[in-house]
């Protein structure tokens, strides 16, 4: 590979509006330099002439995120309904959100905002009707609401507190603890901990994961390789602490410690990538116990769920793609000795525990249903929920006589119950009341057909009395991967696109967890190709069937659906009008160098891999396939300068090849977000603004002027 000696060209900032006009496509895309990086795979040499963007700390890369905004910007601001959906965003918003309560200790805890606070609320009350206090505002770490909680975890008897903080968006935490009972911190804060919850072990500490920071280069894209658990005793410097398992001896991508809800054993899960864990415990009532293995490859997942003495239930899918809860005795866990309690069926199971029940979530065509079972798995019922839609919280802890989960669905806003555990009568908790009328909306379940015959469900709703004339502006989102399930769930901000004539459509592409296992890898590696397809197939449908047309349809995913936009963009770009890649992978022959990137080979396969893995990544990679002279659809790339799990390196390349290349009058624009990261504690008032800059731009370049602005003049 040439390295990279110089910049050859220096970056040219030239600055988008005519001197006379005010029209929101007068513009001009800076230069961006180019240099002479090369990298050769299994013999084939493949240009990166931006290589230089992946360095966040060079002044060059500074400059060119300040000249791209100022651009953006420009843009954005001279559309002239943007005020306006941004007033309508902030009304919808502020409303109030109470969510679940849970109990600990003397207190009952729950969080609430009180409608346009950046961060939730943490309050506390003795009883359920009694008077609450704040516990912890988050929106006092820091005025602008860039630093977030990231994780809170209380001991059994809720004497000791600790949460975890997250700085601009990043992975990277800091753990503090407090005294639960006069909220006072406690002398014990931790640095550098990552992709990790804390665990205690009585009153004397806890068990948390982490990586070694990277030693040279960037802290938020260099690459994190072996994950550590650790054990604190509280009082002590970090520096003493405990190695668990992990590290360089034992090495393994990702590592997680959890204790049964008795604190007898420390459950292990460690992997090599997103999917498939080996499994352990160990025995904490037995001084100087071994760590035990249950499950010792990664082909798998698999997790201990609960405990009745040395009875483990655990849920995995191994010789059950769509998941079964077995049970085993710890003194030989080995898999020749579990007893199935709950078998395998044709739909996803995940299941809880709670006053001595386990509540098994189904996911039926990407729908709820939940069943209660006793511990030997004998079927009690099944849980009446209030409709079609999400349902979840169906945990808690063995002596709970009552629990609260929550329901949504697109038209149904997140809604708490109360759920009495031995009639199995649920009752509303907390409705929150927006301005908003669900029955003015509907909501259709569709089954499409992609490229290769396979079946896709897909959810589409919109406002009664909408005619299906092709004329409808459409937003079509999907994710596509990782084994992750897209159900059906409640937005605020969708509000605004459904109430001014738009349609919101959400398909369950191949790569996702809806169908199980298979339905997963049916959308990895040599077969992701499928999940692009799908996606075409999905956009195909809704122009077929009159819910709008390509001049109507904007396409949009986020991370994994970052990469499916691109990849689609690229390969059709004549199928939408607008596109949306958000946090995006973007390199698919360089996204395993940075941060976590490598852990996610399961779903990509590398280009190191073969020469054939490396021919079918370059075949599809968005930052490789943007063709010179393609009208690319109006794009507007989201990405954040603090986001350390898919670095925005890949949105700067992919970028700076569309604004070179891309033919046409639609404009190909990049709005980078400071002080944020992938998207996980963003503070509600730059959520509103992005999502203000999303519908406007969609509108604006659909030739759209929506009703509420034609409403104010």
Excluded at 553 to 563: D, F, Q
């Amino acid at each position: 590979m040439k390295k990279m000696l110089t910049l050859l060209i220096l970056l040219v900032v030239i600055i988008g509006c005519k001197p006379k006009e005010e029209k929101a496509d007068s513009l001009i895309y800076p230069v961006t330099a180019k240099v002479d990086t090369v990298d050769t795979y299994f013999g084939t040499e493949v240009p990166d002439p931006y290589r230089w963007l992946e360095d966040d700390r060079s002044e060059q890369t500074a400059q060119w995120v300040k000249a791209e905004n100022k651009v953006t910007n420009s843009y954005l601001k001279n559309i002239p309904f943007r005020d306006e959906i941004k007033n309508r965003l902030e009304s919808l918003y502020n409303y109030e959100r109470l969510y679940a309560p849970f109990e600990k200790g003397d207190y009952y805890y729950y969080y609430k905002n009180d409608g346009l606070q950046n961060q939730n609320v943490l309050y506390r009350k003795k009883s359920l009707d009694g008077e609450s206090e704040v516990f912890l505002d988050p929106n006092k770490f820091k005025e602008d609401g860039t630093i977030s909680l990231a994780g809170t975890s209380f001991t059994k008897d809720g004497s000791l507190f600790a949460y975890l903080i997250s700085e601009s968006g990043s992975d990277w935490r800091k753990a503090i603890v407090m005294n639960a009972e006069t909220k006072e911190i406690i002398a014990d804060t931790l640095y550098d901990i990552k992709f990790s919850g804390i665990a205690w072990k009585g009153n004397e500490g806890f068990y948390y994961s982490s990586y070694d920071k990277p030693k040279s280069g960037s802290v938020l894209s260099g690459k994190t390789q072996y994950h550590k658990l650790f054990y604190h005793k509280l009082g002590t410097d970090q520096s003493s602490d405990k190695l668990i398992f992990g590290g360089e001896e034992l090495p393994r991508r990702y590592v997680r410690g959890y204790l049964t809800e008795d604190q007898r054993f420390l459950v292990i899960t460690a992997a090599q990538s997103t999917s498939g864990n080996e499994l352990y415990i160990q025995d904490l009532s037995k001084p100087d116990s071994k760590i035990v293995t249950v499950v010792n490859n990664f082909d798998n997942n698999s997790y201990v769920i609960d405990n009745v003495g040395t009875r483990l239930l655990i849920q995995t899918n191994l010789e059950a793609p769509n998941n079964r809860i077995v049970d085993v005795d710890a003194s030989n866990p080995t898999q020749e000795m579990w007893k199935d309690v709950i078998s395998e069926t044709e739909n996803v199971l995940s299941a809880g525990t709670a006053g001595g029940k386990i509540f098994a979530n189904y996911l039926i065509d990407a729908k709820t249903e939940i069943k209660q079972y006793d511990r030997t798995g004998k079927l009690e019922r099944t849980v009446k929920l209030p409709g079609i839609g999400t349902a979840s919280g169906f945990g808690g802890n063995e002596d709970d006589k009552t629990i609260y989960y929550s329901f949504t669905s697109f038209t149904y806003p997140s809604s708490i119950f109360s759920y009495d555990i031995k009639s199995g009568e649920s009752e509303l908790y907390e409705q929150p009341k927006i301005d908003f009328n669900p029955e003015d909306y509907k909501t259709e379940q569709v089954f499409y057909e992609s490229k290769d015959g396979t079946k896709v469900p897909m959810f589409i709703t919109y406002k009664k009395g909408l005619e299906l004339n092709g004329k409808n502006p459409t937003y079509l989102y999907a994710y596509g991967g990782f084994n992750v399930s897209l159900k059906p769930s409640f937005s605020v901000a969708r509000i605004v696109w459904l109430e001014n004539g738009g349609i919101y459509a959400q398909p369950n592409l191949r790569g996702g967890g809806e169908y199980g296992e298979a339905w997963h890898k049916a959308g990895t590696k040599m077969q992701k190709q499928n999940v692009f397809d799908d996606f075409i197939a999905a956009g195909e449908y809704l122009i077929n069937n009159k819910y709008t047309s390509s001049d109507y349809l904007a396409i949009a995913g986020g991370s994994n659906g970052g990469l499916l936009v691109g990849a689609t963009m690229t390969q059709r770009p004549d199928l939408a009008k607008v596109a949306f890649p958000a946090v995006g992978v973007m390199d698919m022959l360089r996204y395993n160098k940075f941060t976590a990137g490598a852990g996610w080979a399961y779903d990509y396969g590398t280009a190191e891999d073969s020469k054939e893995m490396f021919e079918y990544l370059y075949g599809y990679s968005p930052v490789h396939n943007v063709k010179e002279g393609v009208a690319y659809p109006a794009t507007m790339v989201t990405t954040a300068d603090h986001d350390d799990r898919v670095v925005p390196a890949h949105s700067f390349k992919f970028i700076a090849n569309l604004q070179e290349k891309q033919s046409g009058d639609n404009p190909v624009l990049i709005r980078i977000e400071t002080d944020a990261g992938h998207g996980a504690g963003t503070p509600i008032s730059k959520k509103i603004e992005e999502q203000a800059d999303i519908y406007s731009f969609a509108w604006y370049n659909m030739g759209i002027i929506p009703q509420l602005a034609k409403q104010n003049n």
